[in-house]
């Protein structure tokens, strides 16, 4: 059954708070990491330093990441195709979407994917 009007509404809103606090957390972790880079005497807090920026460096590739998909999700609205399978062409179920609005493909066929890939790494 095609989605509605005023739930595409709703998963558009999910998306925009999401994206929303998901620049916060990205500007708040670049402030984290570029700060307090002058010089420190002591190498342990220098490893201990170096240690906590490589975290937060992690942390902000994931949430640039997250972002990506979050913008995609966005772009599938002005196409007409959001909460489409982007696999099978078939509707994403809503309690999915509930979870994880920017999600690109169904349950079932994200399974799949996940599969094939353990197979392939096997392979190697």
Same mark, same amino acid.
């Given at each position: %059954?095609?989605? +509605? +009007?005023?739930?595409?509404?709703?998963?558009?809103?999910?998306? %925009? @708070?999401? /994206?929303? &606090?998901?620049?916060?957390?990205?500007?708040? /972790?670049?402030?984290?990491?570029? @700060?307090?880079?002058?010089? =420190? =005497?002591?190498?342990?807090?220098?490893?201990?330093?170096?240690?906590?920026?490589?975290?937060? %460096?992690?942390?902000?590739?994931?949430?640039?990441?997250?972002?990506?998909?979050?913008?995609?999700?966005?772009? /599938?609205?002005?196409?007409?195709?959001?909460?489409?399978?982007?696999?099978?062409?078939?509707?994403?179920?809503? +309690? /999915?979407?509930?979870?994880?609005?920017?999600?690109?493909?169904?349950?079932?066929? @994200? &399974?799949?994917?996940?599969? +094939?890939?353990?197979? &392939? @790494?096997?392979?190697?």
């Amino acid at each position: %059954m095609p989605f +509605k +009007k005023k739930e595409l509404q709703h998963f558009k809103d999910l998306l %925009m @708070k999401k /994206r929303q &606090e998901l620049l916060d957390t990205i500007n708040a /972790r670049k402030q984290l990491s570029f @700060k307090n880079q002058e010089i =420190v =005497v002591e190498e342990i807090e220098q490893a201990s330093q170096a240690s906590e920026q490589a975290l937060h %460096m992690r942390l902000l590739d994931k949430d640039l990441k997250l972002l990506r998909e979050i913008d995609l999700a966005l772009a /599938r609205f002005e196409e007409g195709t959001y909460g489409l399978c982007e696999g099978t062409g078939e509707e994403i179920d809503r +309690k /999915r979407l509930e979870l994880r609005p920017w999600t690109r493909y169904s349950l079932d066929y @994200k &399974e799949e994917l996940e599969q +094939k890939k353990k197979r &392939e @790494k096997l392979m190697r």
